[in-house]
């Protein structure tokens, strides 16, 4: 199946992989990759976050505009909540205020968000003082801040969540693809010639680069952090090929 993008539930040892091709999930146990369970989800399973908190694992079916709530322990379906007529396969987590966010695609400025607690639609905001898609949103494991990489706009906002106010913003290089931040505060963006770039967000500076290995495009990519609270490790996965990598960010290696 086309695989999409994944996510690692530490205390379930397990990794939840979108098929996007035959609307299902698949579970596989992490120490040895084997298949734990594949089971159907929504029309176009395109993006997934877990909440380790509430046991909880979140899917964006970007076909049906539906986003998809599975219970970790079991992996079965508890419920679909309908969004839209389609959203973007992009999907965040707030572990601060509980709250799931997701862009819609009809109208990119709006995204919807959901509360964690009690599975329901809480409101539908409006990203404030970007023109275009909103592209990739994520959360810090800092404090109560979004982030919003602004593809048309090149452009790269910190919103409070107190407010949806935008905090700050710096600029990203065309090519980018913005992806998790970690517990340490960075940032890691890829790009179209497979190097990814560690941005610390207090300073706005360049820490570390690294290369991916093989000749991949990044927009084929998704990065994973796995670990503890420091995130040791960036979790590669190449949707193209079905090839999983991991870099350890300590050793500064695959």
Known sequence: P????????????KIYVTNADSDSITVLNRDNLSVVKTFKVGDKPRSIAINEKNDKVYVVNYNSG??????????????????????????????????????????PRRVFVIDGGTDELLKELAVPNLSGRSGFW????????????SFEERKFAIIDEADYKIVSEFSVPP?????????KGLLYIGRDNGLVEAVDLQSGK?????????????RNLQLTLLGDGNELRLLVLDSVMGNFYIY???????
Do not use: C
Not at 2 to 13: A, G, P, Q
Not at 175 to 183: C, F, K, N, R
């Open 2 to 13: 086309n695989s999409r993008t994944m996510v690692f539930i530490k205390k379930y040892k």
């Open 66 to 107: 539906t986003l998809g709530i599975i219970d970790a322990k079991s992996d079965v379906l508890l419920k679909e909540i309908q969004l839209s007529r389609q959203v973007m396969p992009r999907i965040q987590l707030s572990l601060f205020t509980d709250r799931v966010y997701v862009p819609d695609l009809e109208n």
């Open 138 to 149: 994520t959360a810090s494991h800092l404090d109560s801040k979004l982030f919003v990489h």
């Open 175 to 183: 090519d980018a693809v913005v992806y998790p931040v970690s517990s």
């Open 206 to 218: 360049s820490v570390k680069t690294f290369t991916l290995p093989g000749n991949f495009q990044v």
């Open 248 to 254: 350890d960010l300590d050793k500064d290696e695959f």
